[in-house]
């Protein structure tokens, strides 16, 4: 796996900055020279991830959002988004289409649409240390010369 | 101003704007409501053709109006989902609430 190029920001979990972190990530992401659909599908992945953190990671407290950035070879993005917060007690009960911890306002849908938006998906969780969800999704070549 | 709220006939149209996360969707939230509970609309239309990107917060601010709109006794319409949101849409199930129309469809 040879990695092309990298980011790394970082962010308080302020939620006037999801659409901060998507943007970053998108900007990043168009160097592989993206459709408007795979650039959407990413902005959509980033902001629920996002949000997860703000919600539920740092449901009571302010804290930090690390987000890392790769492109590998073969025009592949691999999107590592980083909390050191509560954790996630049952993942498997975490990622079920509609569950939510948050009542009436929250889908409940976030790990859905991570999943269907990107071609992979990972998440570590440790209760009390943190999580991490690592995303890919390979970017269809279309130009030439974009590396 | 993230949502244009008109109202005739007692029906309101919520012309939501720009992006739904769920920052901006905590003001359009509030903004619906509370001319909602104001006018108690027979209907509540939800205007989707000037949003340019929406997240799961999309889906969820629906499924709230969906709830409101039961308790205000109204009925909730979601139109002009442009081509951009029709995937988000399709995945939240929200077709089994029967709030989705192809009124006025618009292209994007």
Same mark, same amino acid.
């Given at each position: 796996?040879?990695?092309?190029n ?22 990043f992401v168009l ?6 659909t ?5 902005k959509?992945a980033v ?5 997860n953190c703000? #919600? ?7 804290? @930090? $959002?690390?987000?890392?950035?790769? &492109? +590998?070879?073969?025009? !592949? ?36 649409v ?8 990972? #998440?570590n969780?440790?209760?009390?240390k943190?999580? @991490? $969800?690592?995303?890919?999704?390979? &970017? +269809?070549?279309?130009? !030439?010369?974009?590396? | 101003m ?9 029906k309101?149209t919520a ?7 769920h920052?901006?969707?905590k003001?359009?939230?509030?903004e619906?409501?509370s001319?909602?509970?104001k ?5 509540l239309?939800?205007?989707f ?10 889906i ?9 709109m ?35 469809k618009?292209?994007?």
């Open positions: 796996m040879k990695i092309i990298e980011t790394n920001i970082s962010f308080m979990s302020k939620s006037n900055n999801e659409s901060f972190a998507r943007s970053v990530v998108s900007a160097q592989l020279d993206p459709t408007i795979e650039l959407a599908d990413i959509t902001s629920e991830a996002v949000t703000i #919600v539920h990671a740092y449901k009571y407290e302010m804290g @930090t $959002i690390y987000i890392t950035v790769r &492109i +590998i070879e073969g025009g !592949k993005i691999q999107i590592k988004i980083r909390d050191k917060g509560c954790g996630i007690e049952n993942i498997h009960e975490a990622m079920e289409p509609l569950f939510t911890t948050m009542g009436g306002e929250r889908a409940g849908l976030g790990f859905a991570m999943q269907s938006f990107m071609d992979k998906i990972r #998440v969780s440790k209760v009390g943190g999580t @991490t $969800i690592t995303m890919e999704k390979s &970017i +269809i070549r279309r130009a !030439k010369n974009n590396e | 993230s949502v244009k709220i008109s109202h005739e006939n007692g309101i012309k939501l704007m720009g992006e739904i996360d920052h901006t969707a003001a359009m939230r509030e619906i409501d001319e909602a509970e006018i108690k609309p027979a209907v239309y939800l205007d053709s000037e949003v340019q990107f929406m997240d799961s917060s999309g969820g601010l629906v499924m709230g109006r969906f709830r409101q039961e308790l205000l006794g109204g009925k909730l319409r979601v139109i002009n989902v442009p081509e951009h949101l029709e995937r988000i849409m399709a995945l939240s199930g929200l077709g089994a609430l029967g709030v989705l129309t192809n009124e006025g618009v292209k994007k």
